[in-house]
Structure formats: C-alpha cells, structure tokens
C-alpha cells in the first residue's frame, strides 16, 4: 500500500488481473496475433527473471504461458491463444499490425508488466521503458496515457538499444514506483523502482 495508506486509484492494488492488463505489454515492446477468435501476446525480454514474473503474472491471469531461448541471449515469452485475448487484439490491430488505440489508459497493473517485460534503470538515474522496434512513429496515445498518469515521459530514439519512453525526476519516479508496487521477488536489486 502506498506510503500514505491511501489506496491508489491507478495502481496495482486498485482492481483485480484481467486480460486487459496485458496492454502494459502491448505498449511496450509486446506483439499480439489473431488465429480465429483467439488471440496470443508474446514479447522478446532481455533476462531470465523477467520470464519468469511475466510467466507468473500470465499465470495470475489463468493465461497458459510457454518461453524459449533465442541465440542471442534474449527470450521470447508468449501466453496460449486463448479468447480472453481476442478482445486486446481487436482494440490492438489494424489488419495485422499494432496500432495502440485513442484513448488508451494505462494503470499500475499493465505499468507492472510493461516494466518486468521492458523496464530498466538509466546512468543517468531515470527510468526507461522499452517500446518495439519502430514502435515509436505511432505511439502518441501510449506517451498520453504515461502523461496521464503524471508521469511525463520523454520519447528516446536510439539505434543501440530501440526507442524507449524515459521517466526522470524524483517525484516522477516516486509515482511510477507507487503506480507499479513492490518489486517482484525476481527482480534484481536495481531493475525495479523504489519509492525512497
């Protein structure tokens, strides 16, 4: 609970799992696929402790999730096809590709699966949140909903390591840290935000 011992009306304690939240990944560096009325969210993660938080947090959701290696070190996560995601991808897909859609509203339960999927601590003591490759020509509606929420993201381009919306700022990473709640028992010491 949040220092205060108020409840946060936008954060994870604010409402059950469900589905939906599965649009913190979608935001971020997820991908979503069709097959009848079915639909399937994967995403390619940089460290074994973030598969195994989104295997539990998949799991949370009664998501059946499968996980394999690539060549390069990274893994790729991926839920079952199931119809409880039919829904994400309709709002998700135009034809077969990701568009987020107007009028998206982020909240801490999809902020904490964006963050253990792509979210990581910069040298320069902000916070970044990984998008797809090419994400970032359409993705308005997600850095409205990071405003939204107060948070004030800056859009980062880099060649190296993909665009990226950045968090900078105390108070601005006291809110992220209280939108997304306690660090999973998985992450590393430095991988999560902490309300200080």
Sequence with gaps: MPVSGQLNLFGVEARPPSAFDLEGLLAGAGQVVRLGGTARVSVVVD???RVRVLAAEFTLRELATSWKPDTEGHFAVRTAYSSALAPLAG???KGAVKCPPRGLALDG?????WLAAGGSPDDQGG???ALGPGDEAAHEPVGAALAGLGLAPVLLGSPDDG??????GRRRLARLAELVGEP???SPPDGWPLIK
């Design 47 to 49: 460290a074994a402790w």
């Design 91 to 93: 709002r998700w897909l």
């Design 109 to 113: 339960r999809k902020l904490r699966l």
């Design 127 to 129: 916070f970044t949140l």
């Design 163 to 168: 665009p990226a919306y950045r968090i900078v």
């Design 184 to 186: 999973p028992q998985d």
